[in-house]
C-alpha cells in the first residue's frame, strides 16, 4: 500500500521559511512523480509544485515561482519543498502526492487530473 507522510509544518513569521519533507512508506519513490499541492481554509486545493521521478523537471505556481523550491533526493526516498520569504496567504495544508505518470501530476497541478496517492498533509501557518 502506498503511504506518503508530510513532515516540517508549522507557525512561521511572514518573511521565514520552511522544509517540508515527503517521505514514502512501503515502495520506492524513484519512478514516481511527486507533486505539493495546499488547500487553505474554504478554498479548493491548489497545485504548488511538482518534480518529475529523475528529478529532471520542475514546475511551480506563479504565486511561489522564485520562492519555493522543490526537490527529491532518491536514496533517501524523499521529496523536499523549500519554502522561502513565507507570506501569510501561504497558510495551508500541504499535501504530497505520488503518481507514475508525469503528465497525470501535472493535469492535477492545474485540476484536471487525479493522482492515486496522497499524504496525510502538514499545517503552515504564517503569522505575526
Known amino acids: 500500500q502506498l503511504q506518503l507522510v508530510e513532515s516540517g509544518g508549522g507557525l512561521v513569521q511572514p518573511g521565514g521559511s520552511l522544509r517540508l519533507s515527503c517521505v514514502a512508506s512501503g515502495f520506492t519513490l524513484d519512478s514516481y512523480a511527486i507533486g505539493w499541492f495546499r488547500q487553505a481554509p474554504g478554498k479548493e486545493r491548489e497545485g504548488v509544485s511538482c518534480i518529475s521521478s529523475s528529478g529532471d523537471h520542475t514546475e511551480y505556481a506563479d504565486s511561489v515561482k522564485d520562492r519555493f523550491t522543490i526537490s527529491r533526493d532518491n536514496a533517501k526516498n524523499e521529496v523536499y519543498l523549500q519554502m522561502n520569504n513565507l507570506k501569510p496567504e501561504d497558510t495551508a495544508v500541504y499535501y504530497c502526492?505520488?503518481?507514475?505518470?508525469?503528465?497525470?501530476?501535472?493535469?492535477?497541478?492545474?485540476?484536471?487530473?487525479?493522482?492515486?496517492?496522497w499524504g496525510q498533509g502538514t499545517l503552515v501557518t504564517v503569522s505575526s
Open positions: 502526492a505520488a503518481d507514475h505518470s508525469w503528465y497525470r501530476v501535472i493535469a492535477t497541478m492545474t485540476g484536471r487530473g487525479r493522482v492515486d496517492a
